[in-house]
């Protein structure tokens, strides 16, 4: 499946779940930053880099498993940017995708499973538009 063909069908997930617009463009942009890592990183831009994805939602989040068949990569364990503060001329390269996710996600795990990478992240509906 063709990432943009992914997009189409998260999306109609997204709206069959009523989840609120906020709340779904969070999980879209930490998976948009995920799956490029994964893609850049782990699979360094080749187009046959297999990366499987589910979704669950339970009423006040949602729940998101990426995996991928790349080196073993922990995105809770990575080193972040020293200073975020810094401009982006002035920054080294790299690390504020971690940094977003560990900021937007209210929850985030990682575990190698056999030759897998398993991430999972949750994010709860927006308190002020709950569905």
């Not at 920054?91 to 897998?116: E, N, Q």
Request: hydrophobic fraction near 40%; include cysteine.
């Amino acid at each position: 499946m063709e990432i943009s063909d992914m997009v189409d069908a998260l999306e109609v997930w997204e709206k069959n779940q009523r989840i609120d617009a906020r709340t779904f463009r969070y999980v879209g942009l930490m998976l948009d930053e995920l799956i490029a890592n994964i893609a850049g990183h782990a699979y360094g831009g080749r187009e046959d880099g297999r990366i499987e994805i589910s979704a669950s939602f339970d009423g006040t989040s949602v729940r998101v498993l990426l995996r991928d068949y790349g080196p073993a990569f922990d995105p809770t364990a990575a080193d972040c940017p020293v200073d975020v503060e810094t401009s982006v001329d002035e920054r080294d390269f790299g690390g504020l995708g971690v940094h977003f996710i560990r900021r937007v996600a209210d929850y985030l795990s990682y575990r190698r499973d056999g030759d897998a990478n398993e991430i999972v992240f949750g994010k709860a509906i927006s308190a002020d538009n709950p569905g």
